[in-house]
């Protein structure tokens, strides 16, 4: 069982928490992931989306770094929980004072990234308090720090809308070398990279209403299907067909 809402409290950012299912020992992810996703099947890998998140699984607060390709999610016992923030683009950086690129397709704990002694604090409030203890403490030391910059916001909107790397550094005023320096810091790749994920998030909820693939490479701005099948599979290991296929089987058995 998935459920997810926004965070009334981070800006962009959403709350999710997951229940493994309590019979057969199915597993359930130990990372964001939409409803209706399996643990077992690799059609149900967590998929790139731009994104960070703070995971509290299995006694363990993780970072979840900014995927460039599909990653594993991990089997749970059954009726065991996890929880977690997903944190907008650009974001995490700021409040864990590590470059996003240094975090890029890794899950380290919290305590490896800040040391044991600052993490701790963290990983016995969440344990006692829960999803609201994690928004609270994610909102206080983000904002203490200043908040999600505003040029990550800009690249972000301007690469979904698949500006080009010269155009967005051009709007910010700014080479594209530094515009692509900056990139790796705030999201873990270029803004090419970042353009290609969040392209493939538009597509997802298009695969799951089952629109026909030329209609959704036109929608979602490929040139071709072609283009749209060479992307997908790039980033997810699957062809357009088979991630559909595994996500509507993954669906009707939620």
């Known amino acids: 069982m998935y459920a997810e809402r926004p965070s009334t409290r981070v800006p962009g950012a959403v709350l999710w928490s997951v229940t493994a299912s309590g019979a057969g020992g199915s597993g359930a992810p130990a990372v964001s992931t939409p409803p209706g996703e399996s643990t077992q099947d690799p059609a149900q890998d967590v998929l790139p989306d731009g994104c960070m998140d703070l995971v509290w699984s299995a006694g363990r607060l993780l970072v979840a770094g900014p995927d460039t ?14 929880l977690g923030i997903r944190l907008p683009p650009g974001a995490a950086p700021v409040l864990l004072g590590v470059p996003a690129d240094a975090l890029r397709d890794a899950r ?8 044991a002694r600052a993490a701790r604090p963290w990983a016995d409030a969440v344990a006692e308090g829960g999803s609201a ?7 206080a030391l983000l904002a203490e720090r200043g908040g999600r910059p505003r040029e990550a916001a800009v690249v972000t909107g301007l690469a979904a809308r698949a500006s080009s790397a010269a155009d967005i550094a051009d709007r910010l ?5 530094t515009l692509h320096r900056r990139s790796l810091a705030a999201f873990g790749y270029g803004p090419r990279t970042l353009g290609r994920v969040l392209r493939l998030q538009r597509v997802l909820p298009l695969l799951d209403a089952g ?11 490929y040139a071709d299907q072609p283009h749209l099948s060479r992307e997908v599979r790039a980033l997810t290991g699957r062809s357009p067909a088979a991630l559909a296929a595994g996500r509507a089987g993954a669906a009707a058995s939620a």
């Open 69 to 82: 390709r599909a990653h594993p999610s991990d089997p749970m016992p059954a009726g065991a929980a996890a």
């Open 173 to 177: 005023g700014v080479t594209p070398r």
């Open 108 to 115: 380290p704990e919290l305590a490896d990234v800040w040391g």
């Open 211 to 221: 629109v026909p693939l030329a209609e959704i490479a036109q929608r979602a701005g």
């Open 133 to 139: 203890a994690l928004e609270h403490r994610v909102a």
